[in-house]
């Protein structure tokens, strides 16, 4: 195929014996490499925006265990404030930003052709990437899904059930979809000019997808999903596009097709046999290991991880987690995975 990376080749529809892998969140709090880091940049939005503090701490899950891709290190929320809204983090509770609720909120938002400006340092971030990686080492860009980054426009801030974005969408579903429009619209803009500084693969992270029901997950989930893709393989030929719906259940089937995407991630919510009868025969998967398994670690991880290979071993996979990797994960239990990964199913 010509193509060493493993992760492209996975992408472009390709089974291997053993799986590329690599993890959700793996730049972060669980590594005392990364916590030395972010005290280095004194906060978090602070290591987001330094290029050479944020390509640091991209680079070191690599150092450490040799993953077959590094993602970018950024923040969904990067856009919306690219966009105008105000965003800040309360140690220990998270993001906060301003809230978009009313038309009036909405006309302070700048055009989604602004956004550079802000964005300019994560560029500068996949630029040095590109040339610091391993030549092996797919880069991976990312963004969040429009719907996802609504909820948190909406609300001010996470929410259990996206409650205030539902209710906007209900009452004026005109300034809703607004909204949705300028956020797919900036999104479109933020991944091409990652996909130009050097990523060779973008993520769309839909983390709130599965609160989406019946055509409101049509609407507001993959049609986004599809106009994004659909964007950037006609801005960048053959750029390959992972797509993560997380916790759409029986939404996962079709994903694949209704969006353009190249590979469909999957939360462990969701059974790995399950997955490679339904979803897997459209194309690559990825995941789909729990990720308090890296807390745990032990002989059910083992087990577990084993299992999620041998499942999608007939088919297009990339292995990685249901969801991010958690603070309080062991650094020694991603060794564990990485190594019975690569030892083979059978092991």
Same mark, same amino acid.
């Given at each position: ?13 390709? !089974?291997?014996?053993v799986p #590329?892998?690599?993890?959700?969140? @793996?730049?972060?709090?669980? +590594?005392? =490499?990364?916590?030395?880091? $972010? ?28 993953f ?16 105008g ?17 009313t ?26 990437l ?7 080492t ?13 909820t ?6 996470? !929410?259990?059930d996206?409650? #205030?974005?539902?209710?906007?969408? @209900?009452?004026?579903?005109? +300034?809703? =979809?607004?909204?949705?429009? $300028?956020?797919?619209e ?15 693969v ?10 989406l ?46 969006t ?88």
């Amino acid at each position: 195929m010509g193509q060493k990376k493993t992760i492209l080749r996975a992408l472009a529809g390709e !089974t291997q014996a053993v799986p #590329p892998i690599w993890m959700m969140r @793996q730049a972060g709090r669980y +590594l005392p =490499e990364y916590r030395a880091t $972010r005290a280095q940049a004194g906060d978090f939005l602070s290591l987001c925006y330094n290029p050479e503090l944020a390509a640091e701490v991209t680079l070191q899950p690599i150092r450490r265990y040799g993953f077959d891709a590094a993602i970018l290190f950024a923040d969904i929320l990067l856009v919306p404030q690219a966009l105008g809204a105000e965003l800040w983090f309360v140690t220990g509770e998270g993001p906060r930003l301003s809230t978009i609720t009313t038309e009036a909120d909405f006309a302070k938002l700048g055009p989604a052709s602004d956004v550079h400006e802000t964005l300019n340092p994560i560029y500068e971030t996949v630029r040095i990437l590109s040339r610091a990686l391993p030549s092996e080492t797919t880069l991976i860009g990312f963004a969040g899904a429009p719907w996802t980054v609504a909820t948190y426009m909406i609300a001010g801030r996470g !929410t259990p059930d996206q409650g #205030p974005a539902h209710a906007l969408m @209900q009452e004026n579903t005109a +300034l809703f =979809e607004a909204l949705l429009a $300028r956020i797919t619209e900036a999104t479109i803009g933020y991944l091409s000019a990652q996909i130009e500084a050097g990523a060779e693969v973008v993520k769309i992270f839909d983390s709130w997808a599965g609160s989406l029901k019946g055509d409101a997950f049509e609407k507001y989930a993959l049609e986004p999903a599809r106009e994004i893709t659909a964007a950037l393989k006609a801005r960048h030929p053959g750029i390959p596009v992972i797509g993560f719906p997380r916790e759409a259940g029986e939404k996962y089937v079709g994903f694949h097709k209704a969006t353009g995407v190249d590979c469909v991630a999957l939360d462990n919510s969701v059974d790995p046999e399950w997955a490679a009868a339904q979803v897997q025969v459209d194309g690559c998967v990825q995941g789909n290991l729990a990720s308090r398994h890296m807390v745990t670690g032990g002989e059910e991880l083992v087990a577990d991880t084993r299992r999620i290979v041998q499942a999608f071993s007939k088919g297009p996979h990339i292995f990685n987690l249901g969801h991010g990797i958690t603070p309080d994960a062991n650094p020694d239990n991603v060794q564990l995975m990485i190594d019975t990964v690569r030892a083979g199913a059978t092991g």
